[in-house]
């Protein structure tokens, strides 16, 4: 019987699950988005929502009951100062879990764990690094093209 779990404990000690669950929870604030299993992700869902709850609290307690979990300072202060306000009139549902299907490797399911609301951010960052790709490859067939002129000059040099 599963009287009292109330967790998962995702096949790690205590101490591990704790900082894994603290690492996730962090990147979750600092990308707004990240790609994990899908046990991870509900049981990252929980801590982050918890945090974002004290995070619209605002007050130095709270900022300190997150810093228990999140000890680092510069996600607690984007925390603070950017995410939990955005979030001031609704009640709960900070969090979106999108399943993905299987990984490859070892069949486990994996989704993605996104912050409702920064979806642009995350068609920001894509459309930059396809531009930055676009920009490689022209950059790349320049090179390639000056590479050649470069052989034919060469070529007709020894020609002569």
């Given at each position: 019987?599963?009287?009292?779990?109330?967790?998962?404990?995702?096949?790690?000690?205590?101490?591990?699950?704790?900082?894994?669950?603290?690492?996730?929870?962090?990147?979750?604030?600092?990308?707004?988005?990240?790609?994990t299993t899908l046990a991870k992700a509900k049981e990252g869902r929980r801590f982050a929502e918890r945090c974002i709850t004290f995070g619209k609290k605002g007050t130095l307690a709270a900022r300190r009951h997150v810093y228990k979990f999140i000890p680092q300072r510069k996600i607690i202060k984007v925390l603070f100062d950017e995410i939990a306000p955005t979030y001031t009139d609704r009640n709960g549902g900070y969090t979106r879990i999108i399943k993905l299907g299987r990984r490859k490797g070892d069949g486990a399911e994996i989704a993605i764990l996104e912050l409702v609301g920064y979806e642009s951010t995350?068609?920001?960052?894509?459309?930059?690094?396809?531009?930055?790709?676009?920009?490689?490859?022209?950059?790349?067939?320049?090179?390639?093209?000056?590479?050649?002129?470069a052989a034919e000059q060469k070529a007709s040099e020894t020609a002569e």
């Open positions: 019987m599963r009287h009292g779990k109330d967790h998962k404990n995702l096949g790690r000690t205590a101490s591990h699950r704790r900082a894994m669950l603290s690492n996730l929870v962090a990147s979750l604030f600092e990308h707004k988005q990240i790609r995350q068609l920001e960052k894509q459309e930059k690094a396809a531009e930055k790709r676009a920009e490689r490859k022209k950059r790349k067939e320049e090179q390639e093209k000056t590479e050649e002129q």
